[in-house]
């Protein structure tokens, strides 16, 4: 009995589950259709599972760490390409002047053919390649002069030397095998006289 109701209570909530689920589904694709599309040219983050970075230069290396984050599926302004066509310019509010770059291999180019657009300048490194003269005079130092090692032999290894076990005769054991096999077959012939 208490099967039939817990089967029973267990479809009622099926049921009224999929009910629910189906009056929610219209409402969310409204959702998606009041999304506005960019016009014009527009690009659409697919390829990585986890989105695309979003930096502040065409280079993942010269512009530092990335400033924005696109995720899959979003769609954004495009604006142009490098003249090798490895990034793409965004309209991306977060970054400098409005602006942001994507990697082009990450993303799919829909609408038209982007324009090719200088990059901006590659920033100052942080550190330079020159080193300050004065400083680097003060660890300017000649080694000083030390012997090379010299070869000392090893201390002579003692090496234990164990004295050969003198072998026993084999004559000994032979006459054990030879004593009880013979007992055995008396033994044996007993066995067979008695059990007739």
Avoid: C
């Amino acid at each position: 009995m208490r099967q039939f109701w817990f089967k029973t209570l267990m479809g009622v909530i099926i049921i009224a589950g999929l009910g629910a689920g189906s009056f929610l589904a219209p409402d969310q694709a409204e959702a998606y259709q009041d999304a506005p599309t960019p016009a014009g040219v527009f690009i659409t983050v697919g390829n990585p599972p986890d989105g695309t970075n979003v930096r502040s230069g065409p280079h993942s290396i010269n512009y530092g760490p990335p400033i924005g984050h696109l995720n899959p599926g979003d769609t954004v302004a495009a604006m142009g390409k490098t003249p090798g066509g490895e990034w793409i310019q965004i309209q991306f509010p977060a970054g400098p002047n409005g602006i942001g770059w994507v990697y082009s291999v990450n993303v799919a180019v829909s609408g038209g053919e982007l324009q090719v657009v200088e990059p901006p300048p590659t920033p100052a490194p942080l550190v330079t390649a020159t080193i300050d003269p004065t400083m680097a005079a003060a660890f300017n130092t000649q080694p000083t002069a030390t012997r090379l090692p010299t070869f000392t032999p090893p201390p002579p290894l003692d090496v234990v030397k164990i004295d050969p076990v003198q072998p026993t005769p084999r004559v000994v054991p032979g006459i054990f095998i030879l004593v009880l096999g013979l007992i055995g077959g008396m033994g044996l012939l007993v066995s067979f006289i008695l059990r007739k």
